[in-house]
């Protein structure tokens, strides 16, 4: 994903673009290109996640660290101080957004020794490696209370594996992605709890920095924040599902 990532910013920098937004695959791995692309003469911003570097000039920030936390707190209110056990499916290995939001879940729940974490998987968000790697936790572990997902592939996989094993009604998926694909998923009750980005005002607020730049004002805020919000199948009719997300027959315009 990151050279993939790489390879396009400098494609689009020798096309004579005259900003460029992105979403940087990681930390570390987007400092180098950010900095030749800025040090070219194209300013470079960031939508949901940040780079180490200080030469793009505006973010507009989903903090993966502080999902990684509801998920774990909705999880240490859902228990009841009961004893439980977590697997884990944590998306891909090496990302900064996993690597945070994982970070997240684990600083919570080393505090409350009822919760055991069983397994942590890592892999790609594919929805048939993740189903598989589900099934061979439910094989290996006779008893999973919760699955903690990162994103649809993973928290769906979860759901259909643990249908398919006969042990709904057991184990609770709570996710730190509220895709409108996951929306079916909780009405039904399969997932239990998910956190809403409000990634279209993001998106916006992205798009407005990128005004302001181009018309030469670059002294704006550097971070923003974009809010977040947890919602469960009893409170999910309370989520503006309008403004989350894009019409259904939206698709983004390639040129």
């Known amino acids: 994903y990151l050279s993939r990532q790489i390879s396009q910013m400098e494609n689009l920098q020798q096309q004579g673009v005259d900003l460029i937004i992105v979403g940087p695959i990681s930390f570390k791995g987007n400092v180098a290109v950010t900095d030749e692309i800025v040090k070219k003469g194209t300013p470079v911003i960031n939508l949901g996640q940040t780079s180490d570097t200080k030469s793009w000039l505006t973010t507009v920030l989903s903090e993966d660290y502080t999902m990684g936390r509801m998920v774990a707190e909705w999880i240490v209110k859902d228990a009841g101080g009961k004893p439980v056990n977590v697997v884990m499916l944590s998306g891909p290995a090496g990302a900064t957004w996993t690597t945070d939001r994982s970070r997240g879940s684990h600083d919570v729940l080393k505090n409350h020794p009822?919760?055991?974490?069983?397994?942590?998987?890592?892999?790609?968000?594919d929805r048939s490696i993740q189903t598989q790697i589900m099934e061979n936790l439910l094989q290996t572990f006779p008893k999973i209370d919760y699955v903690i997902g990162v994103a649809f592939p993973d928290m769906a996989g979860a759901a259909d594996a643990i249908r398919a094993a006969g042990r709904e009604g057991k184990i609770k998926i709570a996710g730190s992605?509220?895709?409108?694909?996951?929306?079916?998923?909780?009405?039904?009750?399969?997932v239990h709890y998910a956190i809403a980005k409000h990634m279209i005002a993001s998106g916006r607020a992205i798009v407005r920095m990128a005004v302001h730049i181009l018309n030469g004002e670059k002294k704006g805020p550097r971070l923003i924040y974009?809010?977040?919000?947890?919602?469960?199948?009893?409170?999910?009719?309370?989520?503006?599902?309008?403004?989350?997300?894009?019409?259904?027959?939206?698709?983004?315009?390639?040129?």
Do not use: C, Q
């Not at 009822?114 to 968000?125: H, Q, V």
């Open 114 to 125: 009822n919760i055991k974490i069983l397994a942590e998987r890592w892999a790609d968000e």
């Open 177 to 190: 992605s509220l895709d409108r694909a996951i929306v079916p998923y909780m009405r039904e009750g399969r």
């Open 226 to 255: 974009a809010p977040m919000e947890g919602y469960t199948p009893a409170t999910l009719g309370k989520l503006d599902i309008k403004n989350e997300f894009p019409p259904e027959d939206w698709r983004v315009p390639i040129r």
